[in-house]
């Protein structure tokens, strides 16, 4: 029996609903509400003690961290694969997939809250919010740090630029993986990765910054193809929140002006580099 501790607009929510639905496999779903703190009571911390979403229970065995719970997902349920065969293709997986932890989720969670979720935050009582912002034991002051400028400041934030200029460099990278050894980020199977940086890319599209792959044509077609799945559809498509996207549309089309600001002058700091 299987249980997701889900959330409809969890990035890594949606990455192990994607797993899951590619496997064809039935879950009963827990909603965890996160504006009401549901991921920090006690009763929820003991399942999950970082206090996020999501989390699989497995026939009563409690499994956290995305990544983690979608390796699992492979390994205890055989049948459809979601790994290449050899031990080169499974590294290659993990290269893209250990991103996500090193980087990638913090720089769309910056994006999310300095271009669309600040107001939720800001909106809450000065008690609620004040409760927010304090470092609770055995977090991570650093991320509290972060989150609070980026509620504080939105696209201000001294986190704002790193956050865009960290997925150009992704987006770099999967155009020349994908152009190189495609047609999916592990070569040729569609595998944990491509599940891995779907919800992630829908993200950065919802927020308006679809224009940073235009000129991509690997990232396109590889988005386009990820999109037509039918794993894509139920796992992600059908979660779809139309209030939060509304927001994501009208504030990133607002923020695109700086964001674009930001982009072209990476890109003109590479081609100035490889000119010298
Ligand atoms: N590395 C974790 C990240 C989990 C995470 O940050 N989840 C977000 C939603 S995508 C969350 O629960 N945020 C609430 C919070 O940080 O208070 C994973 O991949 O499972």
Known sequence: MLELYNHDMSVCAAKVRFALAEKG?????????????????????????????????????????????????????????????????????????LQLDTGIHAATSVLSTCIAFRDLHLAKSPKDLELHFQVQPGADPLKVERHNDNIRNGVKSKYFAHAVNRFEKLLSDMEAELENSGPWLAGE????????????????????????????????????????????????????????????????????????????????????????
Request: proline residues 4%; positive net charge.
């Open 25 to 97: 496999l039935e879950y009963t779903n827990k909603l965890v509400n996160l504006m009401a703190r549901e991921h920090k009571t006690p009763q929820y911390m003991a399942l999950n003690p970082n206090g996020v979403v999501p989390t699989l229970v497995h026939d009563g065995q409690v499994i956290y961290e995305s990544t983690i719970i979608n390796e699992h997902i492979e390994d205890a349920f055989p049948g459809v694969s979601l790994m290449p065969e050899g031990a080169v293709g499974k590294a290659r997986v993990r290269k893209w997939t």
């Open 189 to 276: 199977t569609f595998s944990l990765a491509d599940i891995g940086f779907a919800s992630y890319i829908r993200r950065l599209e919802q927020l308006k910054m679809d224009f940073m792959w235009e000129d991509r044509p690997y990232v396109t077609s590889w988005y386009e193809r990820i999109q037509e799945r039918e794993g894509f559809k139920i796992a992600i498509r059908d979660w779809d929140n139309k209030g939060y996207i509304a927001n994501m549309n009208k504030k990133g089309a607002a923020a695109q002006p700086l964001v674009r600001k930001i982009v072209a002058q990476a890109r003109l700091a590479i081609s100035q580099a490889e000119v010298s």
